[in-house]
């Protein structure tokens, strides 16, 4: 029976590179997490190990992009395995960018051990979590190849723009409010905008979900936030 | 001959997608080059066609995901010629973030116009022109498939660090003299990041060379600038 013998090995396959994308999805959930942690609790102890484990995504990445080569030379996939096995390697891809991501997170957060603080950051942590928990739940919804789930991410996405321009507005009334905190204010800005940049890869990912199960593209005209533009930003002329 | 008709059929489907990539690397090269122009002459009329713009670069990358698509369904490509095909979605990828990054610099040069100057940026422009540049050799290499001009890009990619960490002391001494430049310094330091990003994606292209030419993927431990990391940055405290 060769004929089933290459259809089980075929699905032993795709099987194994949609494996390594979970657990390269499982470790670069953990590293933003804990970059956001380092951050909130200046610990560039942490921050160090973050940034050493960012070698370890790649390697997944490397390892994806491989096994996907293979499986293009050896099978010949066509329809939805055709669709599955392309998307790995965009997937792979965002994955890769989200855990740099988290490691330059995790720099910035070793140098804003030596500024001053920015006080009541609540919104940070929060941030964190949002855009976490999108990317969590798109690698899910890629798992179960759940649509609806898919579908959700996107409008999500526009909620956690809002959330981050609400937090740069906070950020740039304390720079404007006490020069000591420009420094450290900008570190914290390029923060926010790392977390909200991982929440469009999750968004990214979430898109895939419907290529791959219909073979439709997300049209490019994503719902989009505001973004940090700013009109009516906080200035130096406004009472405090 | 229908071996000889289906070679040349596939070498044209290959030469199809190939010219794709080049002409949208050629839309988000002006794309660039535009951005930059509107930011440092405050021109929104200019921006605001940059931005309309950004949805046919998104079609060239629907487009070319595609072609990959259908070649790989109907032609099965093996060695150099997977190589290529595969390295093609990447490269379209990394076209369509070039474009936002562009589109993206287009919007803050709009909010740009509502605030005050801030003097003196010769370092912009010059950022933007290496940027700029760097992606249209990266491309030039991957038509030419010229190794040796692909691993200069890589070196290029520092001193290109090298030249975005010097504009972002200088737009943070500025935002340290004056509060009125804090809301305009952000946004340059934004735009500043935006044109390191594109040249970091015309780094991943020049890499791609290498691995559609030899079948290795560069390894991941690229040359990394300081980045912005602002060691020693400028202090309120310093003498001005």
Do not use: W
């Not at 560039?44 to 370890?56: C, G, L, M, T």
């Not at 981050?164 to 740039?172: G, H, P, Q």
């Not at 929440?199 to 990214?204: I, L, M, P, Q, V």
């Amino acid at each position: 029976m060769p004929a089933e013998h290459t259809v089980k090995a075929f699905t032993e396959d795709l099987d194994k590179i949609e494996r390594s994308l979970l657990e390269m999805g499982g470790l670069v959930e953990a590293q933003i997490a804990r970059a956001v942690t380092a951050v909130a609790q200046r610990d560039s102890e942490s921050a160090a190990r973050i940034i050493e484990q960012d070698s370890e995504i790649d390697r997944y990445e490397q390892d994806v992009q491989e096994q996907v080569e293979r499986l293009f030379a050896l099978r010949q996939p066509v329809a939805q395995d055709l669709r599955m096995t392309i998307s790995a390697i965009q997937i792979a891809g965002y994955l890769e960018r989200a855990g740099d991501l988290a490691a330059s997170m995790a720099r910035r957060s070793i140098v804003l051990c030596e500024t001053r603080e920015v006080p009541g950051l609540y919104a940070l942590p929060k941030l964190g979590d949002a855009s976490h928990t999108m990317l969590k739940d798109a690698l899910d919804a890629y798992r179960d190849r759940n649509i609806d789930q898919a579908k959700s991410i996107r409008h999500r996405d526009r909620e956690l723009d809002d959330m981050y321009v609400a937090l740069c507005r906070e950020l740039l009334t304390h720079m404007l409010e006490d020069p000591h905190r420009i420094t450290p204010g900008v570190h914290l800005l390029f923060v926010a905008k790392n977390l909200e940049r991982i929440a469009d890869h999750a968004t990214n990912i979430a898109e895939l979900v419907d290529y791959v199960t219909t073979g439709t593209r997300a049209s490019e005209d994503r719902p989009r936030g505001r973004g940090f533009l700013m009109e009516g930003a906080p200035s130096p002329d406004d009472p405090t």
